[in-house]
């Protein structure tokens, strides 16, 4: 895929909005803050393709990026707790709908912080992601916060954390120094690339 064409389409603020799912999507979902605006950017080698900012909560849309065979899709970040209680249940109905909806779903790319234990909301979205048996995988981000010791640490705990971990495919990354970003580019490669016509 060509990482160079891409281009914010829209965001969407309403269930309502969402428009049909013509293209394969590829999702990114994570707590408030855990880094999903800085990972589009890197995959994309550019610094302002997704707005990020240093206050949690606050993308409360769902945010479109047109690629050339795909879509990506951000979904709002989960787990802020001071949220007001309405927005908290947008926030349920949106992601609800969303991936209830009839979308052409290739991939979520669960992000969680490796600095930190999966939180009960990153528990409860594996469980979803499993039971509705969407194919995912989990990034896990900050990788340059930690030296090599706690790098294995956590790497060790993420399998046993989350539920079915043994059969999960992690991948740690850094949004900073670049360090895994080619690793997630070849799965998504290999889910977007179009099939060659020479058949």
């Not at 160079?4 to 707590?31: I, M």
């Not at 609800?96 to 912080?113: A, C, K, N």
């Not at 490796?114 to 194919?135: C, F, G, K, S, W």
Request: glycine share 6%; net charge negative.
């Amino acid at each position: 895929m060509n990482y160079h064409k891409v281009a914010f389409e829209r965001s969407f603020g309403t269930l309502a909005q969402l428009p049909p799912s013509d293209l394969p999507e590829l999702v990114f979902a994570g707590r408030s803050n855990v880094g999903k605006s800085s990972l589009i950017n890197k995959i994309f080698n550019q610094k302002q393709l997704a707005r990020v900012s240093g206050v949690p909560g606050k993308t409360i849309t769902i945010n479109f990026f047109r690629a050339e065979h795909a879509r990506f899709v951000d979904l709002p970040g989960y787990g802020y707790a001071r949220r007001a209680r309405s927005e908290q249940e947008r926030w349920s109905r949106m992601i609800e709908g969303y991936f209830g909806g009839d979308r052409d779903i290739q991939l979520v790319i669960s992000l969680m912080d490796l600095r930190h234990p999966p939180t009960a909301d990153d528990i409860q979205m594996v469980n979803y992601l499993i039971d509705r048996e969407l194919p995912f995988v989990v990034v896990l981000t900050k990788l340059d916060k930690l030296n090599k010791t706690e790098r294995q640490q956590q790497l060790a705990l993420y399998p046993q954390a989350l539920p079915c971990g043994d059969q999960i495919t992690f991948l740690p990354l850094s949004s900073k120094t670049g360090e895994g970003v080619e690793d997630l580019r070849a799965i998504i490669d290999q889910l977007v690339d179009p099939p060659d016509e020479e058949e």
